[in-house]
């Protein structure tokens, strides 16, 4: 028999303010002082790094120079460092100029007070995801408070997790931004659901990969709040081009485009189709260009799950399709910024009572994340001389360790285009 697509969502949302009421609920019960343990104790290390000069905090340092950078004139792009950051934090601003407007509350702090206050942000921003994920999943056997809060402790083990948190990055917050924005501003009523679009406009100012999202809301029938999306995008553009115009100009036309700002793309780090076909041409300089092709090859079936798990009732699958879609895409797709495994597995936990297929994906992509693969990958041979690239000598079996973020959606891709084929669920 045929899969049998549904019409009806399985967790119908009577309106978006559920999530308040939950956040209330959660934070009054017992497991709120489990849940705040966590950021307040990232924003402690914080304090106690700064007193004793430690380095933590690498990306959240260039967040806060480029903040300090666009309230005192310095430019943003000229240079291969900026003035403000520490020694051990040397590296070029690669975000788009829109990226330090939104970062300048950062510049209120010292820099490793900084990197515990973004770390303790994403924390929370994580609990939030996992709650929502939770919600959009339907009905399922998890408890929500109580699933939130172990759920979102356990995520700090994994390897995209624990490595944003560390260098300081923002990719968490993100996607909260993206998840608030899909899953919740679309089912809310009244003006709340005039700001729907909205807040992936402003996490594509700060980081571009977001825009993938524009599509998304166009595929799942909210062409007003795409067409919001790019409005706040690009009225953000306007802003700090009236500001800043030789800061926005050095980077649409110099710095965006520039290899030497994102660093070696060919690293194990980078999970992207680009990276992979990087490391299996030894370098080619048609590498990019084929990754495309492959991704627009592979755009098909992605925006064919999409409007199949949207029709479903699946809001939340029918976004990780295009989350990851995107980590494949992008040119430059860092193991950090895989923390869309969250959602993911949120998902299968939901699903996970009596399927062993689902257990078996389960187990799986928790092994890949948490293993830290690619890390052991970066430094398995350690006869090999200072200057050789170990991920452009790789054996077969090698290549596929060392691709095993990237592979997780193409094998979940591939299993569910599979399934239907043969008329499985």
């Avoid at 119908?12 to 017992?30: I, K, M, N, T, Y």
Wanted: net charge positive; proline share 8%; charged share 10%.
């Amino acid at each position: 028999m045929s899969e049998t697509v549904r019409a009806t969502p399985e967790a119908p949302v009577e309106d978006g303010h559920w999530l308040a009421r939950s956040v209330r609920r959660l934070f009054a019960s017992r497991y709120a002082l489990a849940l705040l343990a966590v950021p307040a104790g990232m924003l402690v290390a914080g304090i106690v790094s700064w007193a004793i000069d430690w380095r933590l905090g690498v990306d959240s340092a260039v967040y806060r120079s480029g903040a300090v950078a666009l309230l005192t004139g310095e430019p943003l792009y000229d240079n291969d460092f900026l003035s403000a950051e520490p020694p051990w934090a040397h590296l070029p601003f690669t975000y788009p100029p829109t990226g330090a407007l939104l970062f300048v509350p950062l510049a209120l702090f010292p820099t490793q007070v900084s990197w515990g206050v973004l770390a303790a942000i994403s924390v929370l921003a994580l609990a939030l995801v996992v709650r929502i994920g939770i919600q959009a999943a339907g009905p399922s056997w998890l408890p929500p408070a109580k699933a939130t809060v172990l759920i979102t402790i356990g995520a700090l083990a994994l390897e995209p997790v624990w490595r944003t948190l560390f260098l300081g990055q923002i990719n968490i917050i993100l996607m909260a931004l993206v998840v608030v924005d899909v899953l919740v501003l679309g089912t809310v009523a009244g003006r709340a659901r005039h700001l729907g679009g909205v807040l992936i406009g402003v996490a594509a100012a700060v980081k571009l990969t977001p825009l993938i999202f524009v599509p998304h809301l166009w595929l799942t029938g909210r062409r007003m709040d795409a067409v919001r999306a790019l409005a706040t995008f690009a009225a953000l553009q306007a802003l700090i081009f009236a500001m800043r115009p030789h800061d926005f100009a050095r980077f649409w036309t110099v710095a965006v485009t520039d290899p030497a700002r994102t660093g070696p793309t060919f690293w194990a780090g980078n999970q992207s189709l680009n990276g992979l076909v990087l490391r299996l041409t030894d370098l080619a300089p048609w590498a990019l260009a084929a990754a495309v092709g492959v991704g627009a090859v592979l755009a098909v079936p992605a925006v064919h799950l999409v409007r199949r798990f949207h029709r479903a009732g699946q809001p939340l699958a029918a976004l990780l399709v295009t989350a990851f879609f995107g980590l494949l895409l992008s040119p430059v797709s860092w193991s950090h910024h895989y923390v869309w495994v969250v959602p993911l597995i949120v998902l299968l936990l939901t699903r996970l009572p009596g399927r062993a297929g689902v257990r078996a994906a389960l187990g799986g992509v928790v092994l890949v994340f948490a293993s830290c693969v690619l890390l052991i990958m970066r430094t398995s041979d350690p006869s090999r001389p200072p200057g050789v690239k170990p991920e452009l000598e790789w054996t077969p079996p090698e290549v596929v360790l060392g691709s095993a973020y990237l592979l997780v959606p193409l094998v979940a891709g591939a299993v569910l285009l599979l399934r239907k084929r043969t008329g499985g669920r």
